[in-house]
C-alpha cells in the first residue's frame, strides 16, 4: 500500500496548509458527493458501505503516543442473513449462528472486512535508545472479519482480527516514509521496537439506542450505548460509553466512535436513512461520546507475550472523550473529531489528544 495513505496520511494538513486544506476537503465533498448518488433508488437491502478512517495525533500539537492510525472496511448489504458466498466468512457461520442473539429471526445481518494499521511511538522520537520511562516503539497491522446483527434500536457485533505486531507490520517504513516526504523529524528508536508476534483477537460488542427521534427527518436526535469486551493477546478489556447526536437529517446507524475493533461499521438501516433516499439529502450532526476501560491486558504497553521487550506499567482505566461534526450528502459522510485519551501508563507526561477523519460511501 502507498505509505502516504498507510500512516501519518493526516500530515498533509501541516502548520502552513492545515486550514486551506480543510476546507478544500470540505468542498470537494459537497461538490463530489452528488455523484457519487445512483440516480435510480435500490431495495433497501442493496447497499454496500465502503469507509475509509484515518487517525492522527498531530491535531494536538504533538508527535508521539497513540500517532496514527488507519482503517479501511467494506461493509455488505443488510439482509435477513448473512450472505454464504462470501469467503472467509461463510467458514465462520457454523460457529456464529449458535451465539444466543443470532437465534432472534427479527434481526437484519451483515458483515464486514477491515484493514488497518496502528502505530505508537515514545513522546522523544529522536533518541536511538530505550526510553525507559515512555512507552515502546510499535506497529500494527490487521485483518478484521465482522458479524453484525441488528434491529432498529440494538446491534450485535462478532468480530475477529488477525494480525502483526514488530517489524512485519512495517510501521516503521511506513511513518519513516512520510516523515520524508514532509521533511519532518525522523524517528530514531525503531531499532527497540517490540518483537514479531502474530496477534489474534475476538470481540463483542452491543449498542443500544436510548433515545431515537427524527432520523432523517429533519431535526433529530439519539443516544447509544456501547458496552463490550475483547479477548486476545494483543488486547483483553472491557468498556461502556455513550454517545449523543443532534442534528439535521440523522442517519440511521450507530454513530462513530474512535479507531478500534467494532468501530467500522456505520451503514445505514433502511429506508428512513438519507441515504436511502432518492432526493439526495444534506444533514449535519454534532456529536459527543465518552467511553471508559477497564484494561486487563495491552501488548503495545505491557510488551510482547511471549519474548522479552520493553515495557511500561499501564493504567487498569482509561477514558475517552470525542467530539465532532458530521457531514452527510446523498449516499456519502464525511466526520471529523477531536479525541481526548486519558493517560495509559504511570509514567506518561500528559493525556493524549488526536483528530480523526472518516469518510464513507454506500453504493
Known sequence: MNSFFSTDSLYFFNSKFRSINFFAVLIFFMLACPFLSKAESLPDDDLNTFSIYVENDYFGG???????????????????????????HRWLYPLVKHIPFEKKPDKKRNITFAFGQNIYTPEDIESEDIVEDDRPYAGITYLSLGFHSRTERHMDTIEVSIGLVGPSSYAEECQKAVHKVFDDIQPKGWDNQLNNEPVLEIVYEYKKKIIQSGVGTGFGNDLILNTGGGLGNALIYYNIGLSYRIGWNMPNDFGIFPIRPTSSFNGGFDDKDPRYSQKNKFGVQLFFSTEGRAVLHNIFLDGNTFTNSHSVNKKPVVGDFMVGLNLCQGRAQLSFAYVFRSREYETQSKAQKFGSINFSVSY
Request: no cysteine.
Open 62 to 88: 504533538s508527535d508521539g503516543g497513540y500517532t496514527n492510525g488507519l482503517k479501511l472496511t467494506w461493509s455488505s448489504p443488510i439482509k435477513d442473513q448473512y450472505p454464504k458466498d462470501v469467503w472467509p
